[in-house]
Protein backbone atom coordinates (compact mmCIF):
# COMPACT_ATOMS: atom_id res chain seq x y z
CA UNK A 1 0.00 0.00 0.00
CA UNK A 2 1.25 3.04 -0.95
CA UNK A 3 0.90 6.57 1.35
CA UNK A 4 1.31 9.80 0.46
CA UNK A 5 2.03 12.24 2.95
CA UNK A 6 3.83 15.47 2.96
CA UNK A 7 3.55 19.15 4.16
CA UNK A 8 1.31 21.91 2.99
CA UNK A 9 0.58 25.77 4.18
CA UNK A 10 -2.70 26.64 4.70
CA UNK A 11 -4.27 30.05 5.29
CA UNK A 12 -6.61 30.79 7.86
CA UNK A 13 -8.54 34.26 6.58
CA UNK A 14 -8.46 36.43 10.29
CA UNK A 15 -10.42 39.07 8.28
CA UNK A 16 -10.68 41.20 4.72
CA UNK A 17 -10.91 44.82 4.19
CA UNK A 18 -10.18 47.41 1.63
CA UNK A 19 -6.40 49.03 2.46
CA UNK A 20 -4.35 51.19 -0.22
CA UNK A 21 -1.68 48.62 -1.33
CA UNK A 22 1.88 50.35 -2.05
CA UNK A 23 2.42 47.85 -4.88
CA UNK A 24 -0.71 48.92 -6.92
CA UNK A 25 -0.49 52.65 -5.40
CA UNK A 26 -4.34 52.41 -5.59
CA UNK A 27 -7.57 51.40 -3.04
CA UNK A 28 -7.97 47.41 -2.99
CA UNK A 29 -9.29 44.58 -1.10
CA UNK A 30 -7.49 42.72 1.36
CA UNK A 31 -7.51 39.61 3.10
CA UNK A 32 -5.73 39.61 6.55
CA UNK A 33 -4.13 36.26 6.72
CA UNK A 34 -2.61 33.55 9.69
CA UNK A 35 -0.20 30.92 8.28
CA UNK A 36 0.33 27.34 9.30
CA UNK A 37 2.39 23.95 7.77
CA UNK A 38 0.21 21.15 7.71
CA UNK A 39 0.95 17.35 8.17
CA UNK A 40 -0.81 15.92 5.09
CA UNK A 41 -1.81 12.28 3.93
CA UNK A 42 -3.22 11.90 0.53
CA UNK A 43 -2.92 15.60 0.86
CA UNK A 44 -5.67 15.72 3.32
CA UNK A 45 -4.33 17.89 6.44
CA UNK A 46 -3.88 15.95 9.55
CA UNK A 47 -1.92 17.58 11.97
CA UNK A 48 -1.01 21.13 12.16
CA UNK A 49 2.54 21.99 12.67
CA UNK A 50 4.85 25.23 12.58
CA UNK A 51 3.09 28.33 13.07
CA UNK A 52 4.00 30.92 10.14
CA UNK A 53 3.13 33.88 10.93
CA UNK A 54 0.06 36.09 9.87
CA UNK A 55 0.35 38.52 6.71
CA UNK A 56 -1.79 41.18 4.96
CA UNK A 57 -2.70 40.27 1.03
CA UNK A 58 -3.23 42.46 -1.56
CA UNK A 59 -6.14 40.53 -3.91
CA UNK A 60 -5.06 42.38 -6.92
CA UNK A 61 -1.48 42.01 -6.39
CA UNK A 62 -1.22 39.06 -4.31
CA UNK A 63 1.85 41.07 -2.83
CA UNK A 64 2.39 40.18 0.77
CA UNK A 65 2.64 42.99 3.65
CA UNK A 66 2.92 42.97 7.24
CA UNK A 67 -0.07 44.53 9.17
CA UNK A 68 1.59 48.20 9.59
CA UNK A 69 0.51 48.39 5.80
CA UNK A 70 -2.97 48.88 7.33
CA UNK A 71 -2.05 51.82 9.40
CA UNK A 72 -2.58 54.41 6.13
CA UNK A 73 -5.66 55.21 5.39
CA UNK A 74 -7.36 54.25 1.82
CA UNK A 75 -7.50 57.71 -0.57
CA UNK A 76 -11.20 57.46 -0.29
CA UNK A 77 -11.31 57.74 3.80
CA UNK A 78 -8.54 60.15 3.41
CA UNK A 79 -10.60 62.27 1.37
CA UNK A 80 -13.34 61.74 3.65
CA UNK A 81 -10.97 63.01 6.60
CA UNK A 82 -9.65 65.58 4.20
CA UNK A 83 -13.26 67.08 3.63
CA UNK A 84 -14.81 66.79 7.06
CA UNK A 85 -10.74 68.54 8.36
CA UNK A 86 -12.14 71.28 5.69
CA UNK A 87 -15.73 71.37 7.12
CA UNK A 88 -14.40 71.42 10.73
CA UNK A 89 -12.67 74.66 10.47
CA UNK A 90 -14.45 76.60 8.26
CA UNK A 91 -17.63 75.99 10.02
CA UNK A 92 -15.32 76.84 13.41
CA UNK A 93 -14.27 80.37 12.15
CA UNK A 94 -17.73 81.03 10.98
CA UNK A 95 -19.04 80.35 14.53
CA UNK A 96 -16.61 82.72 15.75
CA UNK A 97 -18.02 85.53 13.57
CA UNK A 98 -21.16 86.54 14.49
CA UNK A 99 -23.78 87.18 13.80
CA UNK A 100 -23.79 84.41 11.57
CA UNK A 101 -25.68 85.91 8.20
CA UNK A 102 -26.10 85.05 4.95
CA UNK A 103 -22.86 86.95 3.84
CA UNK A 104 -20.56 84.78 6.52
CA UNK A 105 -22.04 81.74 4.99
CA UNK A 106 -21.87 82.59 1.80
CA UNK A 107 -18.01 83.54 2.29
CA UNK A 108 -17.73 79.89 3.85
CA UNK A 109 -19.48 77.91 0.98
CA UNK A 110 -16.97 79.98 -1.15
CA UNK A 111 -14.04 78.84 1.08
CA UNK A 112 -15.56 74.88 1.05
CA UNK A 113 -16.41 75.52 -2.75
CA UNK A 114 -12.61 74.79 -3.77
CA UNK A 115 -11.91 72.31 -1.13
CA UNK A 116 -11.30 69.12 -1.61
CA UNK A 117 -13.33 66.02 0.07
CA UNK A 118 -16.50 67.96 0.70
CA UNK A 119 -19.51 66.32 -1.48
CA UNK A 120 -21.16 68.23 -3.99
CA UNK A 121 -24.35 69.93 -2.85
CA UNK A 122 -22.91 70.83 0.65
CA UNK A 123 -25.46 74.03 0.94
CA UNK A 124 -25.95 76.34 3.33
CA UNK A 125 -27.98 74.41 5.43
CA UNK A 126 -25.09 71.90 5.59
CA UNK A 127 -23.11 75.01 6.67
CA UNK A 128 -25.70 75.68 9.51
CA UNK A 129 -25.50 72.14 11.05
CA UNK A 130 -21.71 72.06 11.23
CA UNK A 131 -21.34 75.77 12.37
CA UNK A 132 -23.72 74.08 15.95
CA UNK A 133 -21.55 71.34 15.92
CA UNK A 134 -18.07 72.59 15.12
CA UNK A 135 -18.44 75.76 17.45
CA UNK A 136 -16.31 73.29 19.95
CA UNK A 137 -12.54 73.63 19.90
CA UNK A 138 -12.11 69.79 20.76
CA UNK A 139 -14.47 68.68 17.90
CA UNK A 140 -12.44 70.60 15.39
CA UNK A 141 -9.36 69.03 17.35
CA UNK A 142 -10.67 65.87 16.52
CA UNK A 143 -11.38 65.97 13.07
CA UNK A 144 -8.18 67.60 11.96
CA UNK A 145 -5.55 64.79 14.13
CA UNK A 146 -6.80 62.39 11.30
CA UNK A 147 -5.46 63.58 8.05
CA UNK A 148 -2.33 65.77 9.94
CA UNK A 149 -0.16 62.54 10.23
CA UNK A 150 -0.50 62.24 6.54
CA UNK A 151 -1.25 64.95 4.75
CA UNK A 152 1.91 66.52 3.27
CA UNK A 153 3.97 70.18 4.09
CA UNK A 154 2.09 71.59 0.92
CA UNK A 155 -1.30 70.17 1.73
CA UNK A 156 -1.04 71.92 4.67
CA UNK A 157 0.03 75.13 3.29
CA UNK A 158 -2.59 75.35 0.83
CA UNK A 159 -4.95 74.54 4.07
CA UNK A 160 -3.95 76.60 6.19
CA UNK A 161 -4.13 79.75 2.94
CA UNK A 162 -7.89 78.54 2.29
CA UNK A 163 -9.11 79.86 6.41
CA UNK A 164 -6.66 82.94 6.19
CA UNK A 165 -8.34 84.22 3.32
CA UNK A 166 -11.58 83.22 4.11
CA UNK A 167 -10.74 84.90 7.43
CA UNK A 168 -9.93 87.98 5.68
CA UNK A 169 -13.58 87.76 3.93
CA UNK A 170 -15.43 87.12 6.78
CA UNK A 171 -16.86 90.47 7.76
CA UNK A 172 -17.55 90.28 11.02
CA UNK A 173 -14.38 87.96 11.98
CA UNK A 174 -12.61 89.30 15.01
CA UNK A 175 -9.09 88.38 16.97
CA UNK A 176 -10.47 84.83 17.94
CA UNK A 177 -10.92 83.98 14.42
CA UNK A 178 -7.15 84.44 14.09
CA UNK A 179 -6.85 83.07 17.13
CA UNK A 180 -8.20 79.73 15.66
CA UNK A 181 -6.08 79.83 13.04
CA UNK A 182 -3.03 79.59 15.09
CA UNK A 183 -4.84 76.54 16.98
CA UNK A 184 -5.27 74.81 13.19
CA UNK A 185 -1.55 75.36 12.21
CA UNK A 186 -0.50 73.95 15.81
CA UNK A 187 -2.70 71.05 15.15
CA UNK A 188 -1.32 70.12 11.50
CA UNK A 189 2.18 70.61 13.33
CA UNK A 190 2.79 73.75 11.41
CA UNK A 191 5.33 76.13 13.43
CA UNK A 192 4.29 79.44 14.05
CA UNK A 193 6.82 80.91 11.99
CA UNK A 194 6.11 79.02 9.44
CA UNK A 195 2.16 80.05 9.86
CA UNK A 196 3.66 83.62 9.81
CA UNK A 197 5.14 82.96 6.43
CA UNK A 198 1.82 81.05 4.72
CA UNK A 199 0.15 84.74 6.03
CA UNK A 200 2.81 86.98 4.45
CA UNK A 201 2.47 84.99 1.32
CA UNK A 202 -1.37 85.45 0.97
CA UNK A 203 -1.14 89.39 1.83
CA UNK A 204 1.17 89.72 -1.09
CA UNK A 205 -1.33 88.04 -3.12
CA UNK A 206 0.96 85.19 -4.71
CA UNK A 207 -0.63 82.44 -6.27
CA UNK A 208 -1.09 78.92 -4.07
CA UNK A 209 1.78 76.92 -4.97
CA UNK A 210 0.32 73.46 -5.22
CA UNK A 211 -2.91 70.91 -4.50
CA UNK A 212 -4.12 70.36 -1.26
CA UNK A 213 -3.05 66.67 -0.87
CA UNK B 1 -21.78 56.24 19.42
CA UNK B 2 -20.80 53.29 17.32
CA UNK B 3 -20.43 50.14 19.74
CA UNK B 4 -17.43 48.39 20.21
CA UNK B 5 -17.25 45.09 17.80
CA UNK B 6 -17.34 41.64 19.93
CA UNK B 7 -14.05 40.43 21.37
CA UNK B 8 -12.13 38.06 19.11
CA UNK B 9 -14.39 37.84 16.01
CA UNK B 10 -13.66 38.67 12.21
CA UNK B 11 -16.50 41.47 11.57
CA UNK B 12 -16.66 43.75 9.16
CA UNK B 13 -18.41 47.67 9.89
CA UNK B 14 -22.10 48.09 8.32
CA UNK B 15 -23.30 51.31 7.81
CA UNK B 16 -26.59 52.20 8.31
CA UNK B 17 -29.08 53.43 5.98
CA UNK B 18 -28.07 57.46 4.85
CA UNK B 19 -24.48 56.72 5.69
CA UNK B 20 -22.27 57.57 2.96
CA UNK B 21 -19.11 55.87 4.42
CA UNK B 22 -16.54 55.42 2.16
CA UNK B 23 -15.17 52.08 1.15
CA UNK B 24 -12.80 50.62 3.41
CA UNK B 25 -14.53 53.02 6.45
CA UNK B 26 -13.76 51.52 9.62
CA UNK B 27 -14.10 53.33 12.82
CA UNK B 28 -11.61 50.22 14.39
CA UNK B 29 -9.31 52.45 12.61
CA UNK B 30 -10.01 55.32 13.60
CA UNK B 31 -12.10 56.69 10.92
CA UNK B 32 -14.44 59.48 11.80
CA UNK B 33 -18.22 59.57 11.56
CA UNK B 34 -19.43 62.52 9.58
CA UNK B 35 -21.61 64.74 11.72
CA UNK B 36 -24.66 65.12 9.01
CA UNK B 37 -24.99 61.48 8.90
CA UNK B 38 -28.38 60.88 10.53
CA UNK B 39 -28.71 58.51 13.65
CA UNK B 40 -28.75 55.07 13.25
CA UNK B 41 -31.53 53.23 13.70
CA UNK B 42 -32.90 51.72 17.13
CA UNK B 43 -30.83 48.26 17.43
CA UNK B 44 -29.10 48.80 14.81
CA UNK B 45 -26.11 46.37 14.15
CA UNK B 46 -22.99 47.84 13.46
CA UNK B 47 -21.20 45.01 12.86
CA UNK B 48 -21.32 41.91 10.61
CA UNK B 49 -19.46 38.48 10.70
CA UNK B 50 -16.89 38.92 8.14
CA UNK B 51 -18.08 35.76 5.55
CA UNK B 52 -14.43 35.77 4.09
CA UNK B 53 -13.13 34.82 7.48
CA UNK B 54 -11.87 30.68 7.44
CA UNK B 55 -9.33 28.35 6.16
CA UNK B 56 -8.75 28.11 2.97
CA UNK B 57 -5.95 26.21 0.80
CA UNK B 58 -3.61 29.06 -1.26
CA UNK B 59 -3.30 27.36 -4.35
CA UNK B 60 -7.31 26.95 -4.89
CA UNK B 61 -8.84 29.48 -7.55
CA UNK B 62 -11.34 30.48 -4.97
CA UNK B 63 -9.25 32.58 -2.72
CA UNK B 64 -9.52 35.05 -5.61
CA UNK B 65 -12.95 35.89 -5.22
CA UNK B 66 -14.94 36.96 -2.14
CA UNK B 67 -17.40 34.76 -1.20
CA UNK B 68 -20.74 35.39 -0.36
CA UNK B 69 -22.44 34.13 2.99
CA UNK B 70 -23.88 31.61 1.00
CA UNK B 71 -20.18 30.45 -0.89
CA UNK B 72 -19.12 30.77 3.01
CA UNK B 73 -21.33 28.56 4.39
CA UNK B 74 -20.57 25.76 1.55
CA UNK B 75 -17.06 26.37 2.66
CA UNK B 76 -17.23 25.59 6.27
CA UNK B 77 -19.49 22.84 5.25
CA UNK B 78 -16.62 21.52 2.67
CA UNK B 79 -14.04 21.85 5.58
CA UNK B 80 -15.75 20.04 8.17
CA UNK B 81 -16.41 17.15 5.49
CA UNK B 82 -12.65 17.15 4.60
CA UNK B 83 -11.87 16.67 8.48
CA UNK B 84 -14.20 13.93 8.45
CA UNK B 85 -13.22 12.12 5.56
CA UNK B 86 -9.30 12.93 6.99
CA UNK B 87 -10.57 11.17 10.34
CA UNK B 88 -12.07 8.00 8.33
CA UNK B 89 -8.75 7.59 6.79
CA UNK B 90 -6.69 7.40 9.37
CA UNK B 91 -9.05 4.93 11.23
CA UNK B 92 -8.96 3.05 8.54
CA UNK B 93 -5.89 2.93 7.77
CA UNK B 94 -5.35 1.81 11.91
CA UNK B 95 -8.15 -0.42 11.92
CA UNK B 96 -6.55 -2.54 8.58
CA UNK B 97 -3.09 -2.54 10.28
CA UNK B 98 -4.46 -3.85 13.44
CA UNK B 99 -6.22 -6.56 11.43
CA UNK B 100 -2.68 -7.45 9.92
CA UNK B 101 -0.85 -7.85 12.78
CA UNK B 102 -3.84 -9.82 14.11
CA UNK B 103 -3.90 -12.26 11.19
CA UNK B 104 -0.13 -12.73 11.46
CA UNK B 105 -0.47 -13.66 15.54
CA UNK B 106 -3.05 -15.96 14.54
CA UNK B 107 -0.74 -18.11 12.42
CA UNK B 108 -0.15 -21.29 14.43
CA UNK B 109 3.11 -21.02 15.89
CA UNK B 110 5.37 -22.78 18.22
CA UNK B 111 3.58 -23.94 21.29
CA UNK B 112 0.18 -24.87 19.34
CA UNK B 113 -0.73 -28.27 19.50
CA UNK B 114 -1.77 -30.79 16.39
CA UNK B 115 -3.75 -33.99 16.04
CA UNK B 116 -5.36 -36.22 14.13
CA UNK B 117 -3.98 -39.27 11.16
CA UNK B 118 -0.44 -38.58 10.30
CA UNK B 119 -1.81 -37.11 7.09
CA UNK B 120 -4.64 -34.90 7.92
CA UNK B 121 -3.13 -32.69 11.22
CA UNK B 122 -5.69 -30.16 12.67
CA UNK B 123 -4.86 -27.87 15.67
CA UNK B 124 -5.92 -29.24 18.65
CA UNK B 125 -5.90 -27.52 22.14
CA UNK B 126 -3.19 -29.07 23.77
CA UNK B 127 -4.71 -30.27 27.09
CA UNK B 128 -6.92 -32.47 24.51
CA UNK B 129 -6.11 -36.17 24.36
CA UNK B 130 -5.63 -35.77 20.44
CA UNK B 131 -2.73 -33.61 20.76
CA UNK B 132 -0.46 -36.19 19.31
CA UNK B 133 1.92 -33.64 18.32
CA UNK B 134 3.38 -29.79 19.82
CA UNK B 135 4.86 -27.35 17.30
CA UNK B 136 8.83 -26.32 18.47
CA UNK B 137 9.45 -23.77 15.60
CA UNK B 138 8.03 -21.85 12.67
CA UNK B 139 10.62 -21.91 9.65
CA UNK B 140 10.82 -21.88 6.17
CA UNK B 141 12.25 -25.37 5.12
CA UNK B 142 12.43 -28.46 7.19
CA UNK B 143 16.11 -28.19 7.27
CA UNK B 144 15.68 -25.57 9.54
CA UNK B 145 14.03 -27.52 12.30
CA UNK B 146 15.79 -28.66 15.15
CA UNK B 147 17.40 -31.83 15.66
CA UNK B 148 14.52 -33.30 17.89
CA UNK B 149 11.96 -32.62 15.71
CA UNK B 150 11.35 -35.29 13.70
CA UNK B 151 7.85 -33.93 11.38
CA UNK B 152 6.99 -31.09 10.11
CA UNK B 153 3.62 -29.69 8.61
CA UNK B 154 3.33 -27.51 5.26
CA UNK B 155 1.68 -24.61 5.84
CA UNK B 156 2.20 -23.48 2.55
CA UNK B 157 4.38 -20.08 3.86
CA UNK B 158 6.20 -21.79 6.13
CA UNK B 159 7.26 -25.29 7.98
CA UNK B 160 5.94 -25.83 11.35
CA UNK B 161 8.42 -28.41 12.90
CA UNK B 162 6.78 -30.65 15.32
CA UNK B 163 7.43 -32.65 18.13
CA UNK B 164 5.35 -35.80 19.88
CA UNK B 165 3.86 -34.74 22.86
Avoid at chain 1, 161 to 178: K, T
Avoid at chain 2, 57 to 77: G, K
Amino acid sequence: MIIIWGWRAIRKVLGSGRFFCPQCGGDTDYKHLALRRWFTIFFIPIIPLKDLGTCVECSRCRTAFTERVLDVTTLEVFAHHQGLANRAVVAHLVSLSPPVDDTTVGEGLLALASAPGVRDGYDGEALSADVSFFADPGAVAAYLRPIAAEMTIEGREEFLRRMIVLVARLPHAGPSAGLAIEHVAAALAVSPAHLAGIRQHVQSGAPAAGGDL
Amino acid sequence: MIPAPPEGASVLFNPPPGWAAPAGFDPRRGHLVDPAWPSAPEGWAFWLPDASAGREHAALPSTTLRPTQAEARSVRLRNRLIVVGAVVVVVGIGLAAWAGLASSSNQPGAGSCWGGSSEWLHEVPCSSAEADYVAVGRTASPDECPYTSDTYLDLGDAILCLEPN
